[in-house]
């Protein structure tokens, strides 16, 4: 199966490189003058809705027996069958701002668990694509990933907030005080983009963790799969294996992790 999916994931890495160029090329360096959540959702529609069209008859034609999983995924995976779960503009508030670190992002779910995951970010360091496969590991720019161990204090740390955490004020709660909490711990917390492609980046040893509170499977999946299939630890807060109906969420490398859940078991 593992040789099965390197082969579609070439695949997949052309259509996410291809709608990648498009956005790019659309992109405005400047800000989106948009002054109401209306204004710019419907500006981001007129870019998004042609490259999830194109994603979608890309990934059709590579994979015709696949379904199309909601992309605002929450709870459980499809328990069986293969699904597409993609987002065409992972970083919508970024790109639309105009800046660099957003991504597409695609994952290939198969009878309840993700076996294929690829996070393209066109614009950042010149274009950088992380992909991944089940038992087969993980790789950035085709070459082989690990992430790296490092003293907490010497660490970059990331987190970010799920689209809808205003909507749960427990998750809303303890993003605040695990932000004070890991803060005090390691050297900084950033937030720098896309959920996807800071999870992929713990994998390649660019941030040393990251955290979050809150139900994201959608947004978590395609980089915990790379995290996981590079060598991090892939947990939620408690220590507890990460699922898609899981409320929080940490990654690691092994030695750091530790740590890291220390400092989230002070959170209520």
Do not use: K
Request: hydrophobic share 50%.
């Amino acid at each position: 199966m593992t040789s099965e999916l390197w082969a579609l994931a070439e695949g997949v890495e052309a259509a996410v490189h291809e709608i990648g160029a498009e956005l790019a090329a659309r992109r405005s360096t400047e800000p989106v003058t948009a002054r109401t959540v209306e204004e710019a959702g419907a500006r981001f529609a007129e870019l998004d809705g042609p490259a999830v069209a194109g994603l979608r008859r890309r990934l059709t034609a590579l994979r015709p027996q696949a379904g199309w999983a909601p992309e605002a995924l929450d709870g459980s995976l499809p328990a069986e069958g293969e699904w597409w779960l993609c987002d065409a503009t992972d970083g919508a508030v970024q790109y639309l701002l105009g800046h660099p670190h957003w991504a597409v992002t695609v994952t290939l779910v198969r009878d309840g668990a993700a076996v294929l995951a690829v996070v393209h970010a066109p614009e950042l360091d010149g274009g950088r694509t992380y992909r991944a496969v089940l038992g087969g590991g993980a790789e950035l720019d085709g070459r082989p990933i690990a992430p790296l161990e490092r003293a907490t204090a010497v660490t970059v740390a990331a987190t970010s907030q799920p689209p809808r955490v205003a909507e749960d004020p427990v998750a809303l709660r303890r993003a605040g005080e695990s932000l004070s909490a890991m803060a005090g711990a390691v050297l900084a917390v950033r937030n720098l983009g896309p959920t996807a492609l800071q999870v992929a980046q713990v994998g390649s040893g660019h941030l040393a963790l990251f955290w979050e509170y809150g139900m994201d499977a959608g947004n978590l999946l395609p980089g915990a799969l790379i995290a996981g299939e590079a060598g991090a630890a892939v947990t939620d807060a408690t220590g507890a294996a990460w699922t898609a109906g899981s409320d929080s969420f940490l990654v690691a490398a092994p030695g750091l992790h530790a740590e890291a859940l220390g400092v989230l078991r002070t959170v209520r």
